[in-house]
């Protein structure tokens, strides 16, 4: 099992290395295309600011690259934002693989960001097998992907949102599963399960 881990201008990559290794798997943080394209697995993580991270990935070519992966791919956070069709952050366009929009939160009532645990619900993807109901996870992040027909778990702050999406072989979630304990490893078991 090869697993490429995307590096491109965006942190976090690094936790997200040492909890597949905390599982026994083996990954290469990369931007080489051809080792992206022969893993098994890719995952495409990030913290950071939307239009910057764009912009690195367009530099190097990795946008078309990713939009063109066939193995099962996971991003998260700015991973998931990154493959929808747009983000308010930086007015930036993104890859378009989740059809709906990212928006700021608004902060009227809450703290923005969210930092912190939250629930994830209504679970409808092999990323969630074996997970209790109303799972606790763990996010950081001002901006989040809008309910749309990819949407496979929900979760509510100031309104209901996506905190997973999935299309064909694209999984996603807002969350940070490195950070979330046994649920969060529970998801990366299930990701490298996936066929």
Same mark, same amino acid.
């Given at each position: 099992?090869?697993?490429?881990?995307?590096?491109?201008?965006?942190?976090?990559?690094?936790?997200?290395?040492?909890? +597949? @290794?905390? !599982?026994?798997?083996?990954?290469?943080?990369? %931007?080489?295309?051809?080792?992206? *394209?022969?893993?098994?697995? &890719?995952?495409?993580?990030?913290?950071?600011?939307?239009?910057?991270?764009?912009?690195?990935?367009?530099?190097?070519?990795?946008?078309?690259?990713?939009?063109?992966?066939?193995?099962?791919?996971?991003?998260?956070?700015?991973? +998931? @934002?990154? !493959?929808?069709?747009?983000?308010?952050?930086? %007015?930036?366009?993104?890859?378009? *693989?989740?059809?709906?929009? &990212?928006?700021?939160?608004?902060?009227?009532?809450?703290?923005?960001?969210?930092?912190?645990?939250?629930?994830?619900?209504?679970?409808?993807?092999?990323?969630?097998?074996?997970?209790?109901?109303?799972?606790?996870?763990?996010?950081?992040?001002?901006?989040?992907?809008?309910?749309?027909?990819?949407?496979?778990?929900?979760?509510?702050?100031?309104?209901?949102?996506?905190?997973?999406?999935?299309?064909?072989?694209?999984?996603?979630?807002?969350?940070?599963?490195?950070?979330?304990?046994?649920?969060?490893?529970?998801?990366?078991?299930?990701?490298?399960?996936?066929?």
């Amino acid at each position: 099992m090869s697993i490429a881990i995307i590096k491109y201008n965006a942190g976090n990559v690094q936790s997200v290395l040492y909890a +597949l @290794q905390r !599982l026994g798997v083996n990954a290469i943080v990369t %931007d080489n295309a051809d080792e992206i *394209i022969k893993a098994d697995k &890719v995952i495409f993580p990030g913290v950071g600011h939307a239009n910057a991270a764009m912009q690195y990935l367009k530099e190097r070519e990795l946008d078309r690259l990713i939009v063109s992966l066939k193995q099962p791919v996971l991003g998260i956070c700015l991973g +998931l @934002q990154l !493959l929808c069709n747009h983000s308010e952050e930086g %007015d930036t366009r993104c890859l378009g *693989i989740f059809d709906t929009v &990212v928006k700021l939160f608004p902060s009227k009532d809450v703290k923005v960001p969210q930092i912190g645990w939250n629930n994830i619900y209504d679970y409808k993807s092999p990323l969630f097998a074996n997970l209790p109901n109303d799972a606790y996870v763990y996010f950081v992040h001002s901006y989040y992907a809008a309910l749309c027909k990819e949407t496979v778990a929900t979760t509510n702050y100031v309104l209901p949102y996506s905190s997973a999406l999935q299309k064909d072989n694209f999984y996603a979630v807002q969350f940070h599963p490195e950070k979330s304990g046994t649920i969060g490893e529970t998801i990366l078991k299930n990701f490298i399960n996936i066929k």
